[in-house]
């Protein structure tokens, strides 16, 4: 209720019928993997339904319980049920799903095994059953995989059974698709790409558990689809150019290819990424705002949410060595360095900049490519220009950039004049070189 | 205590006024703040000795948790360094203000926002105070109880409606300051602006416990002497009287007519839980924007746009040129020196009002930041400016502000919100170039020279001037009381009808303590 976190504040009633005791299949998939260590950190008690044994099952002390079971089999009859320190599941995440079948449409896996899983948990009174689905579940999908979702999300009964349409999952360890974009990304500096211009809504992985997690645990949920995922839209291009350059520093330049080649390339390419193209070539926005404020999910910013902390601060420390250089001309002292890291860390927006190469070398240069002012209000997030204000607050706190800034013995009039007017002149003269230069660094 | 005989809402300048008139005469008064009590201000080196570095000068220049790199936008050098958590995004999130296209800040903690205000003291005349009900000789006994009470400096002998006031001895300026007024006192018959000291709420002398300002220059960071007027100083004193008590830390949310008085329903910022105070008359002096919000809930109005009034700011750089190249001075006061005046001109005697400062008591990193080259070139270009450099800060009156606060109901049971959106007149822009440029050419033929470029308006609400929502002979009587609420009172800004130009601070506390004044008769009888 309390509106000081400024998270918008959750309905408590929402909240609180939290499961105990929650099944979850695909438990070893990269949602799956977060999503039980989160609901274990929780303290629920969790039963993985998998095609093999959980790792670290026994670590979870006794909390996680694995029972055998793939897409084709029939569900164990004691997945739900309670036993030993196990009181019955009074919930059911469903995320495992097959990408690639060979069965035709009507009769994919995927299919069964929810017809298979509604049964069992509808004869168990399980209270609530939270189907993933995605953001492109579409009677009339371009790929099989929209298509087959929508289907599924049509068997659901509300209140009981509702699903949640995922976004575009990154962060965390590099597996599923979003290991696939990572790998992407790193394959060179240019990175032909059809379907640049789709939308994507691109959802952290941990901000997509702890929505699963609200809804397994949701009181009266009001219809039967939710959407977790960015309400703002990103082009899928400028999306893996940010991967590239918040997770690895490096520069992506991506080069948009017409969807019709992205078609011929499903006559060769493999099944599994021929349903990832024609998805994204489908790709629509989804309308989630409301959804997300109803149960209190602020998502987190997606160039922090790309950044992972501990590379982050190496390369920030890197970043202020630059900085510091550049405006005083000798390397600051390790103390200051880490001052700059953790002011960008804790007040700034926690994302290294990526910087040409050449400027780590001779940061001089970063004169010329600093943008050329705006005036008033950065129209991106934090660039190049408030990383160095930030910079000079720094320095003009230590006794080197003090003695740059503060003059107290005074030169004379004539001599400050001219020293103003030859740095202004010659801030004329670099003006146009910012102008054409800066406008890629803000 | 027992039940109070008044509840004051808000401990910042207006409350404080408020309380001490009632109990000076032995009237009960509970004052609830939100603050929640907190250590003194840290001792910082004078400025002189920050800025030739020392290994620890970054605590003091940018706090422990480097709180001063925030990107806190275009508002008051100030804010960046001593606001800390409870300014700004909590306390709109606490009183539930949305704003949009405004800046609306505000203080949690003890002292409100007197905690970086600029001090700057002027007095309203009969023709600022044209459009309330009522007049400069009404206000006559507040202000002169709040400047004996605070302690103000300045006045030359120039003729203007605070010097009538007990003022203390005048701080020195700076060569700058004094050779710039020495300049204008041969001229002043010939240009259009008027230029005089600043009257300032910082001592030159001891007083009441308080330091005299011993000229430091770092008034950017903070006062740790007590020179300048903080109201969170005045609470021990008022502490003393056995009639007084503060409940600290809470946030009033919403206040209740019942027939025995008023229920305020405060949140509890130490313990999380709701509590609730009651008392016969509440005086409101919550800021004005929060105190709006708690009336028109009371009141029941909702849906309704209300006018809010803001002073428009603008922001000019100036130059003297003979002041280049000088050693940049030790010693120096960090906030106003000179005020002007220059006149809009068109039918109404409205004025643009300016203060001038040091630019040398500024942050080099602060100005470096707005200037329209690279860093390295505005270092090498600051290092060699400061010395010479005066910032000026021009209001407007309210009367080009064009802000809207709405109140709407909460979902279910919560609070209700207020929503602000900010907006300045189409003229603005025209008028404010036009002054700009008078000020310019009128300060250029007297050697201070206006940097082409450097003129800038701010957005609205930045300069933190509010009032006109709950105006004195419209939402108010002319005694603030509440109509339709008898015995509940508002005095903060939001009682003021309009802004003329000047900062209104030792105004509002001067109605403060007139309000309280008659209010403590009233009690009494």
Same mark, same amino acid.
């Given at each position: ?158 209140? $009981? ?27 060179? %500096? ?5 379907? $640049?211009?789709?939308?994507?809504? %691109? ?209 004379? %009039? ?29 | ?98 704003? +949009? ?12 926002? *007197? ?46 409606? +605070? ?44 007083? /009441? ?28 004193? @008022? ?50 924007? !929060? ?17 809010? !009034? ?24 960090? @906030? ?64 080009? *502000? ?11 049971? +919560? ?13 603005? /822009? ?14 250029? *033929? ?48 939001? !009682? ?30």
């Amino acid at each position: 209720m309390r509106a000081s976190d400024g998270a918008g504040g959750a309905d408590p009633d929402i909240l609180n019928h939290s499961p105990r005791h929650i099944v979850i299949t695909g438990g070893a998939g990269y949602i799956g993997q977060r999503l039980v260590a989160k609901a274990l950190a929780r303290g629920l008690r969790v039963t993985v339904l998998g095609r093999s044994p959980m790792a670290g099952e026994a670590a979870a002390g006794g909390r996680v319980r694995w029972r055998q079971w793939s897409l084709n089999d029939p569900v164990p009859a004691d997945a739900f049920m309670g036993g030993g320190e196990f009181p019955p599941a009074d919930a059911v995440v469903h995320l495992a799903h097959q990408w690639v079948s060979r069965a035709p449409e009507d009769a994919d896996e995927n299919l069964i095994a929810l017809d298979r899983l509604l049964e069992a948990t509808r004869r168990q009174g399980v209270r609530r059953f939270v189907y993933c689905s995605s953001v492109s579940a579409k009677p009339d999908a371009l790929n099989r995989y929209g298509r087959v979702k929508w289907r599924n999300e049509q068997k659901l009964k509300v209140p $009981a059974e509702i699903a949640a349409r995922v976004g575009l999952v990154y962060g965390g360890p590099e597996r599923g698709q979003w290991g696939l974009l990572c790998r992407l990304v790193r394959l060179g %500096p240019v990175l032909p790409m059809v379907g $640049a211009g789709r939308p994507v809504q %691109p959802i952290h992985v941990d901000d997509a558990c702890e929505g699963l997690l609200r809804l397994a645990g949701i009181a009266d949920p009001s219809r039967a689809v939710f959407v977790l995922a960015a309400p703002d839209p990103v082009p899928f291009g400028r999306f893996l150019g940010m991967i590239a350059g918040q997770r690895f520093g490096r520069r992506l330049f991506v080069l948009p290819l017409p969807a019709a080649m992205g078609w011929a390339a499903l006559a060769v390419a493999p099944a599994n990424i021929g349903e990832r193209i024609c998805g994204l070539l489908g790709m629509t926005v989804s309308e989630c705002r409301d959804d997300l404020a109803g149960f209190g999910l602020v998502l987190r910013n997606l160039r922090s949410g790309l950044v992972e902390r501990a590379a982050a601060r190496r390369r920030l420390l890197a970043e202020g060595r630059v900085l510091v250089q550049y405006l005083l001309g000798i390397r600051p002292s390790p103390a200051l360095m880490r001052r700059y890291a953790l002011g960008v860390l804790r007040h700034g927006n926690g994302c290294p900049l990526v910087l040409p190469l050449v400027t780590h070398r001779w940061p001089a240069l970063l004169r010329l490519i600093e943008p050329a002012a705006g005036g008033s209000q950065p129209a991106e997030p934090e660039g190049l220009r408030e990383r160095l204000d930030m910079a000079t607050r720094l320095i003009e706190a230590t006794p080197e950039g003090a003695a740059a800034l503060y003059d107290h013995a005074g030169t004379g %009039p004539v001599a400050a004049a001219s020293a103003i007017l030859l740095t202004v002149v010659g801030e004329i003269v670099l003006y146009p070189v910012r102008l054409i230069l800066g406008g890629r660094f803000r | 205590m027992t039940e109070p005989d008044v509840i004051v809402v808000g401990g910042g300048p207006a409350g404080t006024a408020a309380s001490w008139p009632l109990v000076a005469r032995g009237i009960r008064v509970l004052m609830l703040d939100a603050g929640i009590a907190s250590a003194a201000a840290d001792p910082r080196p004078p400025l002189a000795a920050l800025r030739r570095g020392g290994d620890d000068a970054w605590r003091h220049m940018l706090g422990k948790d480097l709180r001063g790199l925030r990107d806190v936008g275009d508002v008051s050098p100030k804010l960046r360094i001593l606001a800390g958590e409870d300014f700004g995004e909590p306390y709109r999130a606490l009183n539930r203000i949305f704003p +949009e296209g405004i800046d609306v800040m505000g203080a949690l903690a003890a002292g409100g926002l *007197s905690n970086v205000w600029g001090a700057v003291s002027p007095a309203f005349d009969d023709d600022d105070l044209r459009e309330w009900p009522i007049t400069a000789a009404d206000l006559a006994s507040g202000y002169a109880a709040v400047a004996d009470r605070i302690g103000l400096n300045g006045g030359d002998g120039d003729p203007r409606p +605070e010097s009538a006031y007990p003022l203390q001895p005048a701080l020195p300026l700076s060569m700058k300051a004094e050779r710039l007024l020495e300049r204008y006192d041969r001229r002043r018959a010939r240009l259009d602006i008027r230029l005089a000291r600043s009257v300032n709420a910082v001592l030159s002398a001891d007083k /009441s416990g308080r330091s005299a300002c011993n000229l430091d220059g770092g008034c950017m960071w903070g006062c740790p002497r007590g020179s300048i007027y903080n109201s969170a100083g005045e609470i021990p004193a @008022l502490a003393s009287h056995p009639c007084f008590a503060l409940a600290a830390g809470q946030l009033v949310e919403r206040i209740e007519a019942a027939p025995a008085g008023f229920v305020v329903h405060a949140f509890d910022r130490g313990t999380g839980q709701s509590r609730t105070h009651t008392a016969k008359t509440v005086l409101l002096a919550a800021g004005a924007v !929060a105190s709006t919000r708690i009336v028109l809930d009371l009141l029941g109005r909702y849906g309704e746009d209300v006018p809010l !009034a803001t002073t428009p700011a603008l922001a000019m750089a100036f130059c003297d040129p003979r002041a280049l190249g000088q050693p940049l001075p030790d010693k120096g006061f960090g @906030l106003a020196q000179l005020s002007l005046k220059v006149d809009l001109g068109g039918a109404s005697s409205e004025y643009a009002y300016g203060e001038l400062y040091d630019g040398a008591m500024l942050s080099a990193a602060d100005l470096i930041r707005h200037m329209p080259l690279t860093h390295r070139g505005a270092m090498a270009v600051i290092r060699r400016l400061m010395p010479a450099l005066m910032v000026g800060f021009v209001f407007f009156p309210s009367g080009f *502000s064009r802000n809207i606060v709405r109140l709407e109901r909460g979902n279910g049971t +919560e609070p209700a919100r207020l929503s602000v959106r900010g907006g300045y007149a189409p003229e603005l /822009s025209a008028t404010a170039r036009r002054a700009r440029s008078r000020i310019a050419g009128d300060l250029g *033929s007297v050697g201070l020279l206006y940097l082409p470029g450097s003129g800038r308006l701010y957005p609205p609400g930045a300069e933190s001037h509010f009032g006109g929502t709950l105006a004195m002979g419209r939402a108010l009587s002319a005694e603030c009381e509440v109509v339709g609420a008898n015995n509940l009172f508002v005095v903060d800004g939001a !009682a003021l009808p309009h802004l003329p130009a000047k900062p209104p601070t030792f105004t509002i506390m001067a109605n403060a303590s007139r309000v309280g004044t008659r209010l403590a008769e009233r009690l009494r009888v």
